[in-house]
């Protein structure tokens, strides 16, 4: 019996659309479908409290597992409320992760892109070493990002998955 190359997946590709659309669903459920792929990195899911969405939780991904779920962002009266610590913590994920393998990103933002913060330190080295790499971006930040990122070469794709979205969490 044949097995799949564990190096299949070479490149970076950013995976777009508009806030709300199901970019972080559709890329939950590539992490889902490449087990047999060296995936590290994170993902953004919803969290629900009450039947309403109140923020996010990230799952910090490792070896092909989820590695930790952890509280990444809450509403707060009209914005939001990040837990900085998961910033720092992610790194640890970009030095561990298998550079032969996928590195997922969700998502590359504003807080990134025009405030410099974020997981923006270390975005130049994630895109440089891995082999491939699958990054979240929404629509209204992609200039941004080609911007920011020039000197890396990417493949834009979209997907209309509001209509068949499927629960994360």
Not at 127 to 150: E, P
Request: glycine fraction near 8%; charged fraction near 25%.
């Amino acid at each position: 019996m044949h097995r799949k190359p564990r190096h299949i997946y070479r490149g970076n590709y950013i995976l777009t659309g508009p806030v709300n659309s199901g970019k972080s669903t559709a890329l939950w459920q590539f992490f889902l479908s490449s087990l047999d792929a060296k995936v590290s990195g994170w993902i953004s899911l919803p969290f629900f409290e009450d039947g309403e969405k109140k923020g996010y939780d990230i799952v910090f991904i490792e070896n092909s597992r989820p590695a930790d779920r952890k509280l990444f962002i809450r509403k707060e009266g009209q914005g939001f409320r990040f837990n900085e610590e998961i910033f720092c913590e992610a790194i640890k994920y970009v030095e561990v992760g298998d550079k032969k393998g996928v590195f997922i990103i969700d998502e590359v933002g504003p807080i990134e892109l025009v405030q410099k913060g974020g997981f923006w330190p270390f975005l130049n080295v994630i895109y440089s070493s891995y082999l491939a790499t699958l990054t979240v971006v929404r629509d209204s930040c992609v200039a941004d990002f080609k911007k920011a990122f020039s000197r890396h070469k990417f493949e834009f794709f979209s997907q209309p998955l509001t209509e068949n979205r499927k629960n994360t969490t």
